[in-house]
């Protein structure tokens, strides 16, 4: 099974509807990330959070909000989605406990906002 | 975080090394070197990292120059498994990563 899930896998809906991404990890680790990926451009970090209690912006936060339910998952909200949030959307976990960890990436969230 | 400066696209014939190279002339001297990938439709996945020494792993080498302002990832036996984009990011451990746009590996049967 994998470490890092998502869901859904694809998704198609329309402007102005809220939109929920959802994330799962067995790996036990503390931090976890949203990123999306925009088509030839690389990750873009979303938000980040390093424990329940600690939520942080990233790069590109406006329009997304996003909810740390437990250590193991980390949801992602479009509260009105718009067209241009149209991308492929990652989560990844890393460990909180040493200074040099990777990162372990879901399988993606397709979304297209029409 | 320092830039990073990558070719777009690069080729190889299947089955010969290939040599990835990125400058990172603004990197601090606490930045480890981190090299991920993408496969096609699938999330990043770690390949690499390094400070100073060159390093070795299952799944490629990392060559550092002196200076510490360019790397190379080398690939010993390029597969089709190992057509992807790859990227080249310096960081500390405790910050995040920031992808460039990377460089398209592209393996020729």
């Known amino acids: 099974d994998a470490d890092v899930t998502q869901t859904p896998r694809n998704r198609i809906t329309k402007t102005g509807k809220r939109i929920m991404l959802e994330c799962s990890q067995t790996?036990?680790?503390?931090?976890m990330y949203w990123y999306r990926q925009d088509p030839g451009l690389g990750l873009r970090l979303i938000y980040y959070s390093f424990d329940v209690k600690d939520i942080n912006k990233g790069e590109i936060s406006d329009g997304y909000s996003v909810s740390r339910q437990a250590q193991a998952k980390f949801s992602l909200s479009l509260e009105s989605a718009i067209p241009n949030q149209t991308a492929l959307y990652f989560c990844?976990?890393?460990?909180?406990?040493?200074?040099?960890?990777?990162?372990?990436f879901g399988p993606g969230t397709r979304l297209t906002v029409l | 975080d320092a830039k990073t400066t990558q070719p777009n696209s690069m080729e190889s014939n299947e089955e010969e090394p290939v040599h990835l190279p990125c400058n990172h002339s603004?990197?601090?001297?606490?930045?480890?070197i981190h090299w991920y990938r993408q496969l096609p439709s699938q999330g990043p996945e770690y390949v690499i990292h390094g400070l100073t020494s060159n390093v070795n792993n299952r799944m490629a080498s990392l060559a550092i120059a002196e200076d510490r302002k360019s790397s190379t990832l080398i690939l010993h036996r390029a597969t089709l498994r190992d057509a992807a984009v790859y990227y080249c990011?310096?960081?500390?451990?405790?910050?995040?990563?920031?992808f460039g746009t990377g460089t398209r590996l592209t393996v020729i049967p």
């Open positions: 603004t990197i601090s001297g606490t930045d480890y």
């Open positions: 790996k036990g680790h503390d931090r």
């Open positions: 990011i310096p960081t500390t451990g405790a910050n995040n990563l920031f």
């Open positions: 990844a976990t890393r460990a909180g406990d040493r200074t040099i960890d990777t990162q372990y």
